[in-house]
């Protein structure tokens, strides 16, 4: 993957407070190149990816952070649509999320998430990660 290439993430977040920390995480990782586009909650996350209404003309993800509390249609819900769309499945889902119920990340695993992030945690110890993840599926993983 070329350091140069601009990388699409799609944030699927409710909470302000977790928005606001998750993109100045990203801010402080200068790593790569990267747009962050946010929807609020399940039924935009499903909009924005089939590209409908308002978000017809916007570019697919890259990567997909997902949180698992949204409201009108829950994470888990959003994760089975996107891998059960033959033109959506390839996109990795990062569920980033506050819940550390072992249902919960089960599921998530079941439903093909490609891996499970607790944000529960101090914001430099938070910002590390998040440069982790941004090394790893930046510049480790090849994507399409």
């Known amino acids: 993957m070329e350091a140069t290439r601009a990388f699409n993430i799609l944030l699927v977040e409710d909470n302000p407070d977790d928005l606001f920390i998750t ?7 200068k790593l790569f190149e990267k747009k962050i586009y946010v929807v609020e909650d399940g039924t935009e996350a499903i909009q924005y990816l089939k590209k409908e209404g308002a978000y017809r003309d916007v570019p697919k993800p890259h990567l997909i952070l997902l949180d698992l509390n949204l409201p ?14 033959i033109d ?13 119920s072992e249902v919960e990340i089960s599921n998530a695993y079941m439903l093909h998430a490609n891996c499970y992030i607790n944000k529960c945690m101090s914001f430099d110890k938070f910002v590390e990660n998040i440069k ?3 090394q790893f599926w930046f510049s480790v993983v090849k994507l399409p």
Not at 23 to 29: H, I, R, T
């Open 72 to 85: 009108q249609i829950s994470g888990l819900s959003v994760l089975e649509t996107i891998k059960q769309d």
């Open 88 to 100: 959506l499945q390839s996109i990795p889902v990062i569920i980033l999320t506050t819940s550390t």
């Open 23 to 29: 993109k100045a995480a990203f801010l402080e990782s």
């Open 132 to 134: 982790i993840l941004e």
